[in-house]
């Protein structure tokens, strides 16, 4: 099942789907595309995919942009959520 985009998240998601690392910045000047990537990752995640983030290190940007790439979610581990053993103690 494909999910719907808007014109703005199909410009971004259109970008990231090969999942190589890309600048979003540097290819879009899009205002807001903290709320648009929230909204793909949304759509994304019942399907098995996330979007990943690492800061820039293509461009030398004056201030901290964030790479993003579109991959498969990592399987959640079937021992999630973890929980302590009852002999873990914060203190001894
Ligand atoms: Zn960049």
Same mark, same amino acid.
């Given at each position: 099942m494909k999910p719907k985009w808007s014109p703005q998240e199909e410009? #971004?998601?259109s970008l990231l789907? /090969?999942?190589?690392?890309?600048c979003i910045?540097?290819?879009?000047?899009m205002k807001d595309d903290r709320a648009r990537l929230?909204?793909?990752?949304?759509?994304?995640?019942? #399907?098995g995919y996330e979007?990943? /983030?690492?800061p820039?290190?293509?461009?030398?940007h004056t201030s901290r942009i964030l790479m993003r790439r579109i991959t498969k979610a990592k399987p959640i581990p079937?021992?999630?959520?973890?929980?302590?053993?009852?002999?873990y103690k914060e203190h001894d």
């Open positions: 410009a #971004i998601v789907r /090969s999942g190589e690392w890309v910045y540097n290819e879009i000047k929230s909204a793909i990752r949304r759509k994304l995640a019942p #399907i979007v990943q /983030s690492k820039c290190t293509i461009h030398n079937t021992n999630f959520p973890y929980v302590p053993s009852p002999q």
